[in-house]
């Protein structure tokens, strides 16, 4: 019986098959890097990193440090930074931060910024919180004026908090890749995965 040409030419021909098993016989690392053209997937239990595009450049932007001194904070050259945005009134944050501080104890290839946003805490009181959650020797910034971090909606600073705690994530030519929203453990696999994308590109 002569065969249909429409359901010829919807079966694979032999060489797409011998394409295909080609494909999956390469080495997972040549797999990997096929496959490394958009960053790998990050998920807390709530949340899952946001990319932002296109990545806007994040300026230098001056701080204070828990002492009250002016303090520019500056993203690294060459080095991928993660800047975690938390308040005092925070709950999740009370989780958050020494994640945070165990992360920049076990990956010093990163950099770590913890900005808080509290307006009216004084600076005894911002010490006194962080020494009971054992937090002592994250970079930690202050923002009371707003210069870095603004509300959702508003435009007068390069990041946006819709809630807390946010993490972004900055590359090492200073772009802002994107966020992570809640609480965040880098140390996790799937984080790390995400952190070595960026590290190495």
Same mark, same amino acid.
């Given at each position: ?41 990050? $998920?807390?239990?709530? @949340? ?37 945005? @938390?308040?005092? @009134? *925070?709950?999740a944050c ?18 770590v910024a913890?900005? *808080?946003?509290? $307006? ?21 910034? $202050? ?16 990041? $946006?908090?819709?809630g807390m ?8 030519? &200073? ?8 609480? &965040?453990? @880098? ?15």
């Open positions: 019986m002569v065969e249909d040409a429409t359901a010829a030419r919807a079966r694979p021909s032999r060489r797409a098959v011998l394409a295909g098993i080609s494909l999956s016989a390469l080495p997972l690392g040549a797999a990997h890097a096929q496959a490394a053209a958009s960053p790998p997937v990050f $998920r807390s239990e709530r @949340w899952q990193f946001t990319l932002l595009e296109p990545a806007s450049l994040l300026p230098t932007v001056m701080l204070a440090d828990l002492k009250g001194r002016p303090a520019p904070l500056v993203p690294p050259a060459g080095k991928v930074m993660l800047i975690n945005i @938390w308040a005092s @009134w *925070c709950a009370q989780i958050d931060l020494p994640l945070l501080a165990r992360f920049h104890a076990a990956r010093p290839d990163v950099a913890a900005v *808080c946003t509290d $307006r009216v805490v004084a600076r005894q009181s911002l010490e006194q919180y962080l020494l009971k959650l054992d937090v002592r020797s994250l970079p930690v910034f $202050r923002d009371q004026a707003g210069t870095l971090v603004s509300e959702a909606g508003e435009a007068s600073a390069p990041l $946006r908090v819709m705690p946010v993490t972004y994530l900055i590359t090492p030519s &200073a772009k802002i890749a994107g966020y992570i929203q809640g609480v &965040a453990d @880098w140390l996790t696999p799937d984080a790390q995965r995400l952190l070595d994308y960026y590290v190495a590109a």
